[in-house]
């Protein structure tokens, strides 16, 4: 018996969809730790399964089954579907229980069989993924050269160039030759050789490569694997993959390494331990498509000292560099449903009908030059009034604020070195349902706004006063209130001011990529 | 030339018929609720019978579909992550996997709780089956038993205990414990 055996009373509550957070948090992590209340539960579990098998069939309905004969059951329908069933329960080994679940069945396998002979095209083995191009590409599909454009399960191998792959799901994958691999399904790949990246967006969270020493499941990110003969490598550019060591005859060895952005693992196939390495940014081929990258990279090159680009995983804020990383806040404990952002890896959600209640910096980067610029992509799905996109400002400290004022118009603040506070204004309201770009910056004599790029308000100020550990509030104030109602993604803070002409130069870089996201 | 589709229907549903409480359970050892797992395993009958074609050998059927039925019961779960309360990842891989080692096992449990539920009295195995039915209503049932809903939970969570121990017994008799 479990030595965790005063958690068993949360089996119970688990088990009909009862249980609390807190409670949830102490029943993973006994089971994490104790393979004695891991064997009581999966036990428990499947004792209830065979009670509910059970329950399903009446005594009345056991009595008349067993007075049924097979051809009676096959003529309720008249189809081969029953009559097959019919047949197989008609097997002298059967016992009581197996009956219990025919009726269920039998309408399951009907819609399949109707899915099935409605469609002959599903006969055919269903392709997996698309190639969407390549570069000079020698692709062998099951030792044969591929043809076409679809991608069936099977095993490939590219013996020469580059192919960008876009599976069914819509994960988008790169593959750089020399590299052996199985598409395994739609969304699980197994990676024998060679470099693989991968770009997941939303709606493709559970991707998994597998790899000779571990399984790979994304949450919504962009990495990249690499798999030689010794060991296998896992680069995460953004978001967060969770690693899990494996054997080689594939039974789990380790415990799950949760990787985020910046992070990379080597994981050795002899020992299967996985150790941290660097990150190799410039390895991998990880687009065909440059013009994806280039906010990020621009937003990088100007060198900002913190930049969010709200990727949220596990509760957590991600930021580069990490030291800087934050927290979602939530009404009731669940974590916001994931949000579509600009960009891949999703957005920070704040009301808009989810618990979202914005994000927390309790560590931010240190602003003490006098000079300022935060630049974000906004989406606004309601016009709440004063709500805040991002500030530090609570009471006597902090020394910026970007929100809304009380018409709905983009106001941002500073507080300059005397302690006054400055605020500037927009020309209109922010348009609702759409991805707007939005920089305030502070050069120690202009405070300048701008939205798409335009410069909306202008003001002359003094230099900014020192920040050097106010709390950072995405998406509300520092007392839970001005709530944004919409998402906001790519927040970027420099201690420098950015030019009109890098702002331009950020709008433009976003401009394609906004104007396609919903 | 391969088998034609009705071979392939025939032997699916035999396939099937003789897996599917053990890929029930299964399924039902790696979610929440009942309804979870009525949920979960629509989609996981669909799928394999639309990958069957991929599966090579006919006694391996039971191992597919738990791979099967492994990862689109996880996917789901994912998915259902972002607005319930799951369990993590990896204690849910942790649970699938050492679930399909001991299958053996836990399906012989099965089969030793139907002699378990037979030694309760009759008035007892009327009630637990009455609570697990189809659309059974915990509220109506509490009350014809005489309990409050939270006593009765209280006392399905005893009486399932009970069951446990009992076929824990009945398989350390077989030898399988």
Redesign the interface.
Known sequence: MSNSADLRPLFVAYALGAISPEQLQALEAALREDPDLRRDFIEYMNIDSALGDMAALSEAELAEFETTKPDNLSGATGSGVSGAIARANDRPTQTFRDVAFVGALAATLLIAAFLWFANPSENEQLPVAMLVADVNAVLLCDGQPCQGTELRAGKYRLDQGLLHLQFIGGVMVYVEAPARFDAVSDKRVTLHSGRLSANVPPEGIGFTVETLAAEVIDFGTEFSVEVESSASEVHVFEGMVRVLPRSPSGTKTGSAVDLRTSQAVMIDHASEKPVEIDLATDRFIRTFDESRRRYSGTVKRLSPVAFYRMAIRDQGLACLPPEYAGVVLTGDGNRPPHARGVFAGGSLRVLADSSGRGGRVDIPPPLRTGQFTLAACVYLEAGARNGIVATNIRSNHGNFALGLDENGFLQATIRNRDGDLLSVSGEAAVALHTWRHVVMTVDGQQFRLYEDGHLVASAACSPVADSVADVLWFGTNADGKNLWDGRIDEVALFDRTLSDAEVTELYQSALGEMENSE | MGPD??QI??QF??L???N??AI??YV??LV???????DV??GV??VL??KF??LDQPSDFRKWSFGVAR?ET??WL??KA????V?????L???A???EQ?EER?SA???A??GC?GKLPKEQRTV???????E?AIQDVAKQSGRTVAAF?QW??RM??R??DC??RTLQAEGLA
């Open positions: 589709n009705g229907h025939e549903l035999t099937f018929t003789a599917e409480p029930r359970a039902r050892r929440p609720t009942r309804h979870d797992a009525a395993m629509q009958s669909l019978w639309k074609r991929e990862f996880l996917a994912r998915d972002r607005d319930r309360l369990l993590a990842d990896d204690v891989q942790a649970v996997h050492e679930s001991d836990l449990q099965r089969d709780l139907e539920l637990i089956l009455a609570a697990y039915a189809p059974a939970y399905l969570h399932r205990l069951l446990l076929t824990r």
